[in-house]
Structures are given as structure tokens and as C-alpha cells.
């Protein structure tokens, strides 16, 4: 037996802000798109396979079928020639010994959770990128002290591709800062980056979620973190 699972595209609307299920996607499939590919492979290789999915969709929405599409394929033991019919799995064959349901962003203490920790991954990127610029600006200026040119914004050219939309909400957005030691990250900032902006929270909602977890400005505008740990890496340091 062969289980294949992949997102179903036709129930990608019901999330929010959601085009694909992870930025390493490059296509997924609608239902007839799956079908069809496992009926062709099933001919091929003497297989016969039956279709189910998991995650129902809310009521009213039953027309865009499983949140996961799956395919489950089995040999055919008979002659090539008497496939069995393949079609959708109406009832499973086991017995279900454990059930759970998942938690979800609308329970406010998963969101608080999950919004915390993109907070401290983005923060942590834009750290690191803006420790690169000072040092690729310092060796700059010990090499061409009479460069007047200036370097892209880090915050943004580095890491994940974004769109022009996504490119202009973030250069419009207020940069991150360095006062002495310390690194600041305006919230604002971080709500322009598609992974937070998808929480769909203003800042003050963002403010109240991260409060008790992560360190904020003396007026709460931004967050809070060392601008060098003892874990970076320098290649000056080789």
C-alpha cells in the first residue's frame, strides 16, 4: 500500500491571506489535477487507488472538498488486465483508536504562541542582517574611503523573495535602529513581513500578545534585543 497526501489548492481561500500552503511551493493541485495524475499512475504501474482527505471544511463551504488531499494506492493481485475501479473512499476499512483536534489561531493562546515565535525568528533575521551590513560597511570604508554609494536596505533584499507589494509595504514601513548596544525592531516593521502580516493584528493587538514574552521599548513601540551575542559568527574572527 502507497498513502500520497497533498494540499488541495480549491480550499486555500477559506485561509487568510493564503495563495500557497509554504513559500517552497511552486504549484498545487486541485482535486481533478490530483485524480488525474494518481489515475494515470495507477494504469501505469497495475495499481488501483481510492481518494479521501483529511480536514473538513466549515459548513457551507463542502463544495471546495478536504483540507488534504490523499491518495491511497494497492496493488492489484489479480491479472493486469482486471484492475479494480478506483474512486472515492467512502468509508475507511480501520478502526480510528485516537482522535484529537488541532488547536486553532482563533484560540487566543495558540495565537499567542505562534505570533510570539515568528516575533523572535524575524527579529533574530533582521539582527543578523543588519550585523552583516555593518561589517561589510566598515570594510568598505577601510577600502574605498572616498565611496559615496550607498548599500540596498538589508532588511529587505536579504533572505525570502517577496512581491512588489510585499517589497513596498515593507521600505514604507519604519526601519529597525541601533541605540548603543541595543537593536530595535518597530512593530510596525515587523507587520509589513507577509508571515506576520497574515496574523491579520494591529499593532496594539500585537503589542498585548508579545508583552509578557519578548522585551518592548519603554513606549512599546518596538522590540528589544542585544545587538551582538556571543554566538555570532565573524569571519574577521578566523
Same mark, same amino acid.
Given at each position: 500500500m502507497i498513502v500520497i497526501s497533498t494540499p !488541495?489548492? @480549491? +480550499? !486555500? %481561500?477559506? +485561509?487568510p491571506t493564503v495563495t500557497l500552503r509554504d513559500a517552497d511551493h511552486k504549484f498545487e493541485w486541485n482535486r481533478m489535477e490530483f485524480q488525474t495524475w494518481a489515475l494515470q499512475v495507477a494504469d501505469r504501474y497495475n495499481y488501483c487507488v481510492e481518494f479521501t482527505g483529511v480536514g473538513k471544511p466549515p459548513a457551507g463551504a463542502e463544495h471546495v472538498g478536504f483540507c488534504t488531499q490523499i491518495g491511497v494506492f494497492q496493488k492489484n493481485t489479480g491479472k493486469a488486465t482486471q484492475s479494480c475501479v478506483s474512486k472515492p473512499l467512502d468509508h475507511h476499512v480501520y478502526k480510528a483508536v485516537y =482522535? =484529537?483536534?488541532? %488547536? /486553532? $489561531?482563533?484560540?487566543e493562546r495558540m495565537l499567542k504562541? &505562534? $505570533? &510570539?515565535? @515568528? &516575533?523572535?525568528i524575524q527579529v533574530e533575521r533582521l539582527r543578523l542582517r543588519h550585523g552583516r551590513m555593518l561589517r561589510e560597511q566598515k570594510r568598505e570604508a577601510d577600502t574605498k574611503p572616498d565611496s559615496s554609494e550607498s548599500s540596498p536596505d538589508p532588511h529587505l533584499v536579504l533572505g525570502a523573495v517577496f512581491t512588489e507589494a510585499e517589497k513596498d509595504r515593507i521600505e514604507n514601513s519604519p526601519k529597525p535602529f541601533c541605540e548603543g548596544d541595543k537593536f530595535f525592531v518597530p512593530l510596525k516593521r515587523l507587520l509589513a513581513y %507577509?508571515?506576520?502580516?497574515? +496574523?491579520? &493584528?494591529d499593532e496594539d493587538k500585537m503589542r498585548a500578545l508579545i508583552s509578557e514574552s519578548v522585551c518592548?521599548? /519603554?513606549?512599546g513601540s518596538a522590540v528589544v534585543v542585544d545587538l551582538h551575542n556571543s554566538w555570532d559568527y565573524r569571519p574577521e574572527d578566523n
Open positions: !488541495n489548492c @480549491e +480550499f !486555500n %481561500p477559506l +485561509f =482522535t =484529537t483536534s488541532y %488547536p /486553532s $489561531l482563533q484560540q504562541f &505562534v $505570533l &510570539v515565535g @515568528e &516575533v523572535l %507577509p508571515k506576520l502580516l497574515r +496574523f491579520q &493584528v518592548l521599548s /519603554s513606549d
